[in-house]
């Protein structure tokens, strides 16, 4: 499971002003698909520790589908960096990217713990 993909419909909520995509609509879609892997791979909540850049490449519109693929890059005890690709689907033209978001394991007192993933998991 190094790498998962996510799709999401541009609809007439998820526009700006301008009538693109909001980056923060977008960016919320990259959480998300990334905090799903990393729930899909420990089994246990984590949550969003980390977010270094988003680099917006290109605009989305409506109808747009959006792809968004997460993967991992490196696994801590208990955390997991991933990397994110946003492409429209069908052009496959490159939206954005972001090259480090962390999640990390939590307990459900919100402590940090152990997610038991092995290196080899996420490779």
């Given at each position: 499971?190094?790498?998962?993909?996510?799709?999401?419909?541009?609809?007439?909520?998820?526009?700006?002003?301008?009538?693109?995509?909001?980056?923060?609509?977008?960016?919320?879609?990259i959480d998300?698909?990334?905090?799903?892997?990393?729930?899909?791979?420990?089994?246990?909540?984590?949550?969003?520790?980390?977010?270094e850049a988003?680099?917006?490449?290109?605009?989305?519109?409506?109808?747009?589908?959006?792809?968004?693929?997460?993967?991992?890059?490196?696994?801590?005890?208990?955390?997991?960096?991933?990397g994110v690709?946003?492409?429209?689907?069908?052009?496959?033209?490159?939206?954005?990217?972001?090259?480090?978001?962390?999640?990390?394991?939590?307990?459900?007192?919100?402590?940090?713990?152990?997610?038991?993933?092995?290196?080899?998991?996420?490779?």
């Open positions: 499971m190094k790498e998962l993909q996510f799709r999401y419909l541009v609809c007439a909520p998820d526009l700006n002003a301008h009538g693109t995509l909001h980056g923060g609509v977008l960016l919320r879609w998300e698909a990334a905090g799903m892997h990393a729930r899909k791979l420990t089994n246990r909540v984590c949550v969003t520790r980390f977010i988003i680099n917006f490449v290109s605009k989305a519109k409506l109808g747009d589908i959006m792809l968004v693929t997460t993967y991992v890059t490196k696994i801590g005890r208990t955390s997991i960096e991933f690709d946003v492409k429209e689907d069908i052009s496959r033209r490159s939206v954005a990217t972001i090259d480090k978001i962390i999640f990390v394991s939590i307990d459900h007192q919100g402590n940090t713990v152990r997610h038991g993933v092995k290196d080899d998991q996420g490779s």
